[in-house]
Structure formats: structure tokens, C-alpha cells
């Protein structure tokens, strides 16, 4: 399995996301209460960029009548169509046995600067517009 360096911890404070792209595939990494999680950025349902869905908690079981809101900042909700997501597993929260987005470890290392190739491109300038080269 390989590793990606994410970014800086700080660069993930909890409540945050950050959307990588690791070999052609849009992964969101989320820091959930100081955990670390990731998922695929596309929805199972129809492809939808998940990952920058709204976060939230849910509505749990309850008495007659009664709605519990429960396990805020715990749920992505996919921006198309609503569906909801464990962001720790991955799984739906109507289906969860069936249907899931897959998931991947993230953990926080120490890692010496030498040891991380960044890729460069060329920028140049072009009147008002700052112009990549890739
Ligand atoms: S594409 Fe995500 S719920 Fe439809």
C-alpha cells in the first residue's frame, strides 16, 4: 500500500476537510473530533462529489413523535440527492450492509521534508492571470 503525504496537521484543524486527487482518484480526507478519516469522492448512488457534501449529525430513533439529532459532524449528506454517509466507514446510513463508499486509513506520522518529492510546475504570469503549466 502506498503513502501520501496529506498536508500538515494544522492544515486540518477537526471540523475540516481537505480533497486530494492520489493517482486519478478525488479522495476527501475529514478530521472528525481530532480522527482522521477518508472516503472516495464519488457517491455510489450516481457519482456525485461526495466528499463536499454537507456535514452533519443525523436524526436517531426515538419516542413517538420525538426526533433525536445525534452525532454532529459524524454524516457527509451527498450534495445531489441527500443520501447519508458514515464518514468513518463509509457506509449509508439507510443501507448500511449494502451500499458504502469506500474508505481509506489515514494516520498522522512524522515525516523528515527530505523525504517528500513534491511535484512542481511551471507558473507564469500573463497580465491579470497567474497561468499553470502542467
Ligand atoms: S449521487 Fe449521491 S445521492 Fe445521488
Redesign the pocket.
Known sequence: MSRYVVGRVAELPPGSRKIVMVDGRSIGVFNIAGRYFALRNR??????P?CLGRIKGTTLPGKPYARVYARDGEIIQ??????EFEIETGRTYFNPHRLRVKTYDVTVERVEMADVTLETFSVTTEGDFVILHA
Open positions: 457517491c455510489p448512488h450516481q457519482g456525485a461526495l451527498c450534495p445531489w440527492h441527500g443520501w
